[in-house]
């Protein structure tokens, strides 16, 4: 079965600075990778998705995220941070068949 | 924008009570979810349909049981709420090859008290 870990559960940034958010999945065949983000009292919302066409991926809100195979890597990245970025965050993969496997999640804090 | 609703979304109920959760979408989707997630906490696959009269348990035992009657349609219920049942319940649909996403309802946060 594959799955995906997210290294660190919390992570604080200051406003502008860089957003790094690491994902790692364990897979035998290529995946398909997602990224979503969930505010307070709220369902998730896709943020951007690797399918293979290609290993940078661009998303919304100035997000994006590389496709490693070498260190099957997902992480996920945004040069400045702002406020409203505050939120969690949920690396998802895909397995075969029926559902999608979600990390633990990382809660991202934004300073002034 | 995801056309894919819960309701309610807060229910506070008293230990004992049925209780049923409503998910329907308007996306045709033969894949349906539903997650259990604490606070701050990941989530739990609880139950998950691939069509209309397809029901399976998901990774977390639930007391919980679903029916699936038509394909936008997926409620989720509780015939005895016990404060242990006290979490955020998230819906979702999916269309039906492993590269598409899956879309998610607002949750529903119940409280049993």
């Known amino acids: 079965a594959q799955s995906v870990t997210q290294l660190g559960s919390h992570v604080s940034v200051s406003e502008g600075a860089l957003v790094l958010l690491r994902c790692n999945y364990s897979s035998s065949v290529p995946p398909y990778l997602f990224w979503y983000v969930q505010y307070p009292n709220q369902g998730l919302q896709l943020l951007l998705k690797y399918t293979s066409a290609a290993t940078l991926v661009k998303g919304i809100n100035g997000f994006e995220a590389e496709f490693k195979k070498s260190e099957t890597s997902f992480h996920l990245t945004k040069p400045s941070a702002h406020m409203s970025d505050a939120a969690e965050y949920f690396c998802a993969v895909s397995e075969k068949g029926y559902k999608l496997s979600f990390g633990a999640g990382t809660t991202v804090t934004v300073r002034a | 924008e995801a056309d894919i609703y819960q309701t309610p979304r807060y229910l506070v109920i008293g230990t004992g009570k049925k209780i049923t959760l409503e998910c329907s979408q308007t996306?045709?989707?033969?894949?349906m979810y539903w997650y259990q997630q604490d606070p701050g906490m990941e989530l739990h696959l609880i139950h998950y349909s691939y069509g209309v009269n397809s029901t399976e348990k998901g990774d977390l035992s639930s007391e919980s049981t679903v029916s699936r009657i038509r394909t936008e349609h997926f409620p989720l219920t509780l015939e005895s709420a016990r404060p242990s049942h006290t979490s955020q319940y998230l819906c979702?649909?999916?269309?039906?090859?492993?590269?598409?996403?899956?879309?998610f309802g607002q949750g529903t946060r119940l409280t049993v008290v």
């Open positions: 979702a649909s999916r269309g039906d090859t492993d590269n598409t996403e899956a879309f």
């Open positions: 996306m045709g989707h033969d894949k």
